[in-house]
């Protein structure tokens, strides 16, 4: 149907996505469904360590779910969903589809979305450009630079001591990093040199800039980004930031870092999605606005108390969680 390049490119990040994932067990999760020898349809996961509340469990992220058209309405969604759920102790839904986050719903998941959504205009010209035409949107690009510096200034930190450098691959200090910032966090998952070195090193469809924040010359943070050109525009993504979380400095050093390399790239808006409070903090100071967010994300949790659902604040989910950026 693509070709055999693509093909050949589908097949590479599947054994990527579900091979080669550090947190496999005993291959990959893909639960099928049959009656007989007849494929009724199936669900496929990510599995991942998650730190919840005060210790790791066993979770994963539900990803690519599909069910025979000749089968629906038979409950074969609701069983798929169920099985893969019942087989680790939180379950994890993140950017549903509308049919797939009304069966979460119906089957009575915490929702606990939409993951807030973050955007900064880099390039207030292009934008003016872009919606206005090439002749009204130059003369309307300072009026639209100086409402967004209103209503989302820039305010970016005096310098912290932190030193922000580009990093080509994760090492034994990310380990530490992990063991060290966790408690910091009710719910994030493990982001060890394993996890890291596997989705944004080895990742064979997407191309990262990583960079690391020290202090002193200790290892206190990292953020991971990438740029697109999407439909004529620069698109820059924040993947992913991840530090302690009372650690605004290296939290607004590494945010402020990834746009300078977005600068640099000709990126015309920045994006971000974060749940976690201290992030969206950094992500505001340096002139992200919060806008309506499409990323629903709904949760079943086996074990933990109810306090863990109810706030939220201190959940690390970003754009580079389950398989949101592929």
């Known amino acids: 149907m693509f070709g055999e390049p693509l093909a050949e490119s589908s097949r590479r990040r599947w054994r990527w996505q579900y091979l080669e994932n550090p947190a496999n067990a005993d291959g990959p999760e893909i639960w099928v469904a049959r009656d007989g020898d007849t494929l009724l349809g199936q669900y496929a996961s990510m599995p991942v360590r998650l730190w919840w509340g005060d210790r790791e469990v066993r979770s994963s992220w539900g990803m690519d779910v599909f069910v025979n058209a000749a089968a629906r309405g038979r409950g074969v969604g609701a069983l798929l969903f169920t099985t893969w759920s019942d087989h680790v102790e939180v379950a994890l839904g993140l950017g549903l589809t509308p049919s797939s986050y009304g069966l979460f719903q119906k089957l009575r998941y915490d929702d606990v979305g939409p993951v807030p959504f973050f955007q900064k205009v880099m390039d207030a010209r292009a934008v003016a450009e872009r919606r206005l035409g090439p002749t009204v949107g130059p003369m309307a690009a300072p009026l639209l630079r100086a409402a967004l510096g209103a209503l989302a200034p820039d305010r970016a930190p005096a310098a912290t001591g932190v030193e922000v450098r580009p990093v080509e691959a994760f090492g034994a200090e990310y380990d530490a990093l992990w ?148």
């Open 179 to 326: 063991e060290r910032a966790r408690a910091s966090y009710t719910m994030c998952a493990r982001r060890d040199r394993a996890y890291l070195n596997w989705k944004y090193v080895a990742c064979p469809h997407r191309e990262y800039q990583r960079v690391e924040a020290r202090r002193a010359g200790a290892l206190v943070g990292y953020a991971v980004s990438r740029h697109e050109d999407y439909r004529g525009t620069r698109l820059g993504w924040v993947i992913d930031v991840f530090s302690e979380t009372a650690d605004t400095g290296a939290q607004d050093a590494l945010v402020g870092a990834v746009l300078d390399g977005f600068r640099e790239a000709g990126v015309v808006r920045a994006q971000a999605f974060s749940m976690n409070t201290a992030l969206a903090g950094a992500l505001r100071r340096r002139g992200f606005l919060a806008t309506p967010s499409p990323m629903q994300f709904c949760v079943r949790a086996h074990v933990g108390g109810p306090e863990l659902l109810r706030d939220t604040s201190r959940w690390h989910v970003t754009f580079g969680d389950s398989d949101m950026d592929r």
